[in-house]
């Protein structure tokens, strides 16, 4: 049985996004965003969100700002 996390994914759910954020997919494109949101169970808006989030903290990490899609932005 999965169990739901803080955010109100499951661990399954969550490590699919990861792998597919992980893998290169920062910014998919609403085709890609559609598959995913349909391979984990969830609606196109959830899906956009959690990867906006993700792309947020992942630009933090990187020390680039967090809103921006590029370097010289």
Request: net charge negative; aromatic share 6%; hydrophobic share 30%.
């Amino acid at each position: 049985m999965s169990t739901e996390k803080v955010n109100g994914l499951t661990e399954e759910q969550e490590e699919i996004l990861e792998c597919s954020f992980s893998k290169g997919n920062k910014y998919p494109d609403p085709t890609m965003l559609l598959l995913i949101a349909a391979e984990v169970g969830l609606s196109l808006e959830q899906t956009e969100k959690w990867f906006k989030r993700r792309l947020a903290q992942w630009r933090k990490s990187e020390g680039l700002p967090s809103e921006c899609r590029s370097v010289t932005d």
